[in-house]
């Protein structure tokens, strides 16, 4: 490993930077040769979107081998390599996972182990060496549109052991992990993608409840923490990512934390009208300058922070030394080949068993009269086309098209609510008028079941429905699982990891 003292400044400050890499844009000559250009420049290292298996193992072994630095390798996989790259596993969101994982029991603490491990496993085959996970917010807004089911639980408790049975396994397997979003982006109804979140709380409101499970990876060994982009009034007038009292004060001297700081990515619009923000976060104890719209600019920028006295090259020095330590971490544990059928059935052993059963009054599950039910879509359209219940219920509709034509209200109702959560959204649920219309239906059908594919906070809205099932993600495994289980095939044991309760009047 290089030393220190052997880098240039300019190395130095494009080492600072974890850039964004498309893998499907690999094949492209140009674009090779930009991704070339910044490993010349000494850039730390990528964080990867897209692309195919094979063709981005390939790519990223030869980076590699290009850069003088082991370059930091990063990917948001929090429901493993398929949610970012083809041919690799999808599983469950974190908090199905908390919903099947029964932590007193042996076998259920043996499926995590398994879960995190094939995620590692397709992480180190591919080259990723700085999964962007655990998140260790706590979910306790059910409007969040940003967190929700990326979270394990609205339980400070709960978090912390699973995020630190994730931190865990990365650590051992020679994985830079990142608990994310510090101090804590649970309790906002704001999408930092768009804007900037407000947390209205003291610091030792904050201690008591959202910075506990981020106490306990740092304890568990926690080689990397996010900063959020949230502004926290009571604690700064800068945004967490830009706050010296945050990152250096709170993180690194009262809580101890003397690891790698990431910023989240200064893409984001959360930091829209402010100046000179690269320089501002290295300032106030960053390390890591993620996904900057453009790293050359950056740089520039940095440059004249520097001329201008803003930050010194103690500050760069700093960070530099914290990112080469946390470099010597990363362990090559390249497998030469990963058994995704055997991933495969893990993800869908963890899908069985998060389906949770809400409420069931009349205990109408298993569901009688498949001739006399009438299923209806809602929320999220594009998942309508490929709904696995077309192929078992004749009486499939939108909730759409049961408004524009005048039908009897069926007997016995089942109403699918397909809600995700993605950034630039700045939404997890169902609009006002889909949720009033859903009501009318509860109201007039002899025999209602609503079952969200998705964020689980939509069902408060549906008490008065005969039965509520929550399987937190819009998936076909989910919904080929969902229909298993209202049908009597499969057994529904998932337990609900967060409230449904207990909000404002207009919540319920």
Known sequence: MIKISEMSLMEKLYQLIIHRLDGDKINSDSYRKYIYSLIQKGVGGFILFNGESEEIKEFIDEIQKRSEIILFIASDIERGVGQQVLGCTHFPPQMAIAAAIKRNFQED???????????????????????????????????????????FSDNPEVVSWFGNEYIKILEENGMISCAKHFPGHGDTSEDSHLSLPVIKKSKNELMSMELKPFKKAIEQGVSSLMIGHLLLPE????????????????????MGFDGLVLSDA???????????????CIK???????????????????????????ITEEHIDKAINRILKTKQKIKSNLKDEINYKIHEDISCRITKKSITLVRNTQSIIPIKGLDSTTVVLAGDEQYFNDCFFKNTFSNVCTLKDIKDITLQTPE?????????????????????????????LIQKSSRSIVISFGS??????????????????????????VLKCILGKTKISGTLPVKLTNFTKNDT
Request: net charge negative; proline share 6%.
């Open 456 to 481: 689980p906070y939509v069902l408060r809205h549906f008490m008065e429905a005969n039965t509520l099932i929550a399987a937190y993600e819009p998936s076909l495994q989910a919904q080929t699982v």
């Open 266 to 280: 200064l893409s984001m619009k959360a930091l829209n009208g402010i100046q000179s923000i690269s320089a501002l």
């Open 109 to 151: 603490v043996s499926l995590i182990c398994q879960t995190v491990k094939a995620i590692t496993d397709e992480a180190s085959y591919i080259g990723i060496n700085m999964p962007l996970i655990p998140v260790l917010d706590i979910n306790l807004n059910p409007d969040n549109p940003i967190i929700c089911t990326r979270a």
């Open 235 to 254: 604690i700064d007038n800068m945004p967490a990512s830009l706050s010296y009292n945050v990152i250096t004060n709170l993180l690194r001297k009262e």
């Open 284 to 310: 106030a104890g960053t390390d890591i300058l993620l996904h900057p719209n453009n790293p050359d600019i950056t740089v520039k920028e940095l440059v004249s922070a520097l001329e201008l006295n803003i």
């Open 412 to 440: 016995q109702i089942i109403v699918n609510i397909f809600t995700s959560v993605s950034a630039w959204k700045g939404s997890s649920g169902i609009s006002d008028i889909e949720r009033d219309y859903i009501k009318k």
